[in-house]
Structure formats: C-alpha cells, structure tokens
C-alpha cells in the first residue's frame, strides 16, 4: 500500500490534497496522547472547557471563505452551496455549547432519608469520530464537539476525500488553545485504518456516520474489542409524502432541490414523492420544470446548482 493518502479532486481530476499515511506507531502514539490528555482534560472544570470551544468554534467561523472553498475542491459541492456548511456548523455548535451546562449536570435521583441520591455523568474516556465526506464538517460536529465538551478525548479519522477539513478542526482547536492531546488527527486509508482504530482497546466510544453496511462492523468491532459505545447515524433516505392539503408548487419545487443538493449527497436526500393519482400528472410537470430549472456547470462557479459527483467510484 503507499504511504501516502492521495486526494483526488472531482472539480478538475487532479490530485488536490496528498498526505503521508500515519504508520502504526504514530497510531499508537496518538491512542497514548489522548489517553493522558483526558486524564487531564476530564478534570478541568465545563465553564472552562466551554471557553475553549467557544474560542474554537469563533476560529472555524473567522475562516468560512477558505473552507467553503476547500469544500467545493475536495468533493465537488457547488460553492453557491458550501459556505451554508460552515453556517450549519455554527449553529449546530452553538447550540450544544449552550446547553452543555444543563446536559451535564447533576440529575436528583429523589429524596431518602440520610442519603443525597444523584446520578452524575462522567466522560467515557478517548472518543473515536470516523466522519464521511458528503457533509464533512456537519457530520463529525455532532460527536466531536458534545465528546470534548463532556470532558472526553477525541481522535478524528476524516474520509480520504476531505482530509483537509481535519486538518482545519486542529488548526481551530490550536488556536483556542486547546491542550495538546485532547483532539488528535490520524489520516489513514479507507475501511482498513476505521478498522484498526475501532477495534482498539484505548477507545471507549465510536461516532460513526456513514453506511449501514459499515455502521453494522461498527457494532460488530465493539463487541470483538472491549464493548465500547457505538453511536451511528447511517444512511436512509426517506420519501416526501404530499397530500391534498398542501401548496404543491411550492412543495414539489423544495422536495426537487433537497433531492438534488450536493448532487444527491445526501443521507436525507427525499427520492421519492407519493402524491393521489390524481394529481400525477400535474406533479410529475412540476418536477420536470423544477429539474429543468437547475443549473449544470463548475461547482467553482456561482449560479451553478449541481456539479461533479465525488469520483468515479
């Protein structure tokens, strides 16, 4: 196998991004840095580790430009559509930092007589986030920030398709000042090095988004290693279901354009319309004229609304 993570770009078939692959000891020695660094970490009190992802987030959003366009590079999103990522992030963000403090605070079991009865919530320990390229930053928000928030360590594994947005996560945390150890980038290639790193006894927990086929190793992993936690969000795509009640231009032109953003990449991208038969025809001329209405160009460009899907593959 090389020893380089070669990225291939869909916007132009060049090599974008190439990075050397982390050999088994480096793995190690990230498993063995967040270890101690969470040793550490759990105990610094959550208004202060608030402080830090707040810094953190602000250093993400201070860079929004160049990570939209880094998006539209690495997997081919349309950069009238990548800055909405970064604004997804923020939010998303912000939110699980506001209500960090209520989350994890005590919970009263109930009185007893000569007893205080509560239920406290302690961090797992080392948290492995395995991200995909499709949302990347969206996706690997939802495990990586409440983990760090909650006094856990975090080893991010991000697709070979986007390595750079972890690379843009540690330049972040740096710049909060995070502690060394507590968030840690392992490049790697493909189901091989998500296997090798899910299957270590150092990880207490595994945030997976992807297939269901893997998200099922997932789970199969944690039980042939030591029974850590597994939290999957998989892919499913649901349809939109339009009854008689409805505004149906308006519906059938926003079922069109969530089906086709990011050129279909989407988990919850709706493929599916179920109308009354009665209204088929009428419903099949507004989605012909809502696709009719898309346009099909460089994801570089402003107007364009669909470009490349991610590869060949």
Do not use: H
């Given at each position: 196998m090389s020893s380089t993570q070669k990225t291939t770009s869909p916007v132009d078939g060049r090599i974008y991004v190439e990075r050397p692959l982390a050999t088994d000891a480096q793995l190690q020695q990230s498993m063995e840095r967040?270890?101690?660094?969470?040793?550490?970490?759990?105990?610094?009190?959550?208004?202060?580790?608030?402080?830090?992802?707040?810094?953190?987030?602000?250093?993400?959003?201070?860079?929004?430009?160049k990570i939209a366009e880094e998006i539209t590079w690495q997997m081919g999103r349309p950069i009238s559509q990548s800055p909405g990522e970064v604004r997804g992030f923020e939010e998303r963000a912000r939110y699980m930092v506001s209500i960090a403090a209520q989350s994890l605070a005590d919970i009263d079991a109930?009185?007893?007589q000569g007893f205080r009865r509560f239920i406290r919530r302690e961090p797992l320990g080392v948290v492995l986030v395995?991200?995909?390229?499709?949302?990347?930053?969206?996706?690997s928000v939802n495990s990586m920030v409440p983990a760090i928030l909650a006094g856990n360590a975090v080893i991010l594994k991000h697709s070979n398709q986007t390595p750079l947005c972890a690379e843009r996560f540690a330049e972040c945390f740096k710049e909060a000042g995070l502690p060394e150890g507590v968030f840690n980038v392992v490049p790697g290639f493909g189901h091989e090095a998500g296997e090798a790193l899910a299957l270590h006894m150092d990880v207490d927990a595994i945030g997976f988004t992807g297939s269901?086929?893997?998200?099922?190793?997932?789970?199969?992993?944690?039980?042939?290693?030591?029974?850590?936690r597994v939290y999957n969000?998989?892919?499913?795509?649901?349809?939109?279901?339009?009854?008689?009640?409805?505004?149906?231009?308006?519906?059938?032109?926003?079922?069109v354009?969530?089906?086709m953003r990011n050129s279909g990449q989407s988990c919850n991208a709706p493929t599916r319309l179920l109308v009354p038969a009665d209204r088929m025809g009428e419903v099949s001329a507004l989605a012909r004229a809502a696709v009719a209405g898309l346009k099909v160009g460089d994801p570089k460009a402003p107007g364009?609304?669909?470009g490349p899907v991610v590869s060949k593959a």
């Open positions: 967040a270890r101690t660094a969470q040793a550490k970490w759990k105990r610094v009190p959550l208004a202060e580790r608030i402080a830090f992802v707040n810094r953190f987030i602000d250093a993400f959003v201070s860079r929004k430009e109930g009185p007893k395995l991200a995909p390229w499709n949302y990347p930053y969206l996706t269901t086929r893997v998200g099922r190793k997932m789970l199969e992993y944690a039980g042939r290693s030591n029974l850590k969000e998989l892919g499913g795509k649901s349809a939109n279901i339009l009854l008689d009640d409805v505004d149906f231009a308006a519906a059938v032109a926003a079922g354009a969530a089906c364009t609304d669909l």
